[in-house]
């Protein structure tokens, strides 16, 4: 069989046989061929890439598997619940930092300055431009959530630290005399300094606080420390005297009942004595003295109530 293409304005005859038309059509089919394997190649590499390196699918345009999804996912869940357990931690110790520093300041600050509450003119600090929080939105979420977990963790020991050192304070002002040594209703009768003595109605100076109470009222340690004196002296009757930490003393003085005995360890709040009026005294109350390394001081300086 012949194949007859006529062409030309001469009518020339140029004759292809049969063989040549098969040739093209294998080559055509070849060609096909060639371009269909490798588009399915392409595309069965793209999924090995995407299953093996899925970093490589999200540089190629963010394209991820279920599986890598998942896996992502659980990151993001392990991290937040992670940022939740030291932000619940965190948050607890924040609160305990709270009531030891509310503890303090009942304990060292005078009751007249507790009632000056400051206003709200006192403002300032150095301005944080919102921006400087920017540059965190344009990194992944996991790099984010890493460098929220180290912050949250270099907080968390700040915090931490602050509150033992609040515990360690507190601890040291309880060794001080800083606690009012009557526990119920009282009233300041005399004041530390000069004042006409009761009895002779002259001038004499009188080194201590009166605490007018009912016969019986608790008395109490200011501080904690050690009793290292407890008996009976003329002009004091029955009185205490304990020992505490930073070379302070303090004495107890007109009382009714001795509750406790030399050598006896005691803690800020305990109940060491009643009120009475033994010794050189006009009535029911406690006279508290208080001294530093020998040398006698106001007590209204250390203790909580002011000159109140």
Not at 61 to 71: D, F, K, L, N, Y
Not at 128 to 136: A, L
Not at 279 to 290: I, K, Q
Request: proline share 4%; aromatic share 8%; charged share 20%.
């Amino acid at each position: 069989m012949q194949l007859m293409w006529v062409s030309g304005p001469t009518g020339s005859v140029r004759t292809f046989s049969i063989t040549a038309r098969k040739m093209l059509i294998s080559i055509c089919a070849l060609a096909f061929a060639l371009v269909t394997a490798g588009f399915l190649l392409y595309l069965v590499g793209f999924k090995i890439a995407i299953e093996v390196r899925p970093e490589l699918a999200r540089s190629l345009g963010g394209v991820t598997t279920e599986a890598e999804q998942e896996r992502m996912e659980t990151v993001y869940r392990d991290r937040l619940a992670k940022l939740q357990g030291m932000l619940d931690s965190t948050s607890q110790d924040i609160r305990q930092l709270q009531s030891l520093k509310n503890r303090f300041m009942e304990i060292a600050t005078p009751a007249g300055l507790r009632e000056k509450r400051g206003t709200e003119d006192g403002k300032g600090g150095p301005f944080v431009s919102p921006n400087r929080q920017e540059s965190s939105l344009r990194q992944p979420l996991t790099l984010t959530l890493n460098d929220a977990v180290e912050e949250f963790g270099q907080f968390q020991k700040v915090v931490g630290s602050m509150r033992q050192d609040w515990a360690k304070q507190l601890t040291w002002l309880y060794t001080l005399p800083t606690g009012v040594p009557v526990r119920g209703d009282f009233h300041m009768s005399s004041g530390f300094g000069m004042r006409n003595d009761p009895f002779t109605g002259t001038l004499a100076r009188h080194e201590g606080l009166d605490f007018t109470a009912a016969a019986g009222t608790s008395i109490i340690a200011t501080a904690d420390g050690v009793v290292t004196r407890s008996g009976w002296e003329d002009t004091y009757g029955n009185i205490i005297e304990i020992t505490h930490a930073e070379g302070f003393v303090t004495r107890y003085a007109h009382i009714s009942k001795r509750l406790a005995v030399e050598g006896q360890k005691v803690k800020r709040g305990d109940h060491i004595a009643d009120v009475g009026s033994t010794g050189r005294s006009t009535g029911p109350h406690l006279h508290y003295e208080v001294f530093r390394f020998g040398h006698v001081l106001n007590p209204a300086q250390v203790l909580p109530v002011g000159n109140s």
